[in-house]
């Protein structure tokens, strides 16, 4: 199987209103990322964001799970937490993982609009499957990664859709379904 890596983008992300913005880090999808991400074996969680003080509160939240007493209280999400890698930027995330695989990723960007010309999931799950060139899953936060993110990606995964109108998954929940469609035990039988 090729490497799977799943990066966590608050910039540069859209907000509500279509502008460009850095949006704020939450301890929920530091956690929720991370445990999906050593469910399915993904190799690194790298979550991106540019502002100091954002980077020195998952730190702090890094710190009290993986040393601190929330590591004592739940073991298992230490383990979860030594996925996790912070970064300021998307670059440093691409440079990291080609010194680790000694191979370029294939950049995969996640939306909730369809592109034309989309990666389906099941040809996602082949790519996976094959012991090539390592994978990299974008995520973004707020409303979205940038059109500069999704123009420089390799591919576009096809958005996930529910049987309803209703069309705004949280990004944990995106996350965890799009692991499982690409390499859930079902998909790889």
């Not at 298992?76 to 996790?84: G, I, S």
Request: net charge negative; glycine share 8%; proline share 5%.
């Amino acid at each position: 199987m090729a490497s799977l890596y799943v990066a966590l983008l608050h910039y540069p992300v859209y907000n509500i209103d279509g502008d460009i913005v850095a949006t704020s880090l939450t301890a929920l999808d530091l956690h929720d990322i991370a445990r999906s991400c050593i469910t399915y074996g993904v190799k690194g969680y790298y979550v991106v964001h540019p502002i100091p003080e954002m980077a020195r509160l998952a730190e702090d939240i890094l710190d009290y799970w993986q040393d601190g007493p929330g590591a004592m209280w739940r073991p298992n999400r230490r383990d979860a937490f030594t996925l996790v890698r912070l970064t300021g930027t998307l670059e440093e995330v691409l440079d990291s993982i080609k010194a680790r695989e000694k191979a370029e990723p294939i950049v995969v960007a996640t939306s909730a609009k369809r592109y034309a010309g989309g990666l389906s999931y099941d040809k996602l799950s082949g790519l996976v499957r094959n012991s090539g060139p390592p994978i990299l899953i974008l995520f973004g936060t707020g409303h979205g990664l940038s059109q500069d993110i999704i123009d420089a990606a390799d591919h576009i995964l096809h958005p996930i859709r529910g049987s309803a109108e209703y069309n705004h998954l949280s990004v944990r929940a995106a996350a965890a379904i799009i692991l499982d469609r690409i390499i859930g035990e079902d998909t790889l039988s």
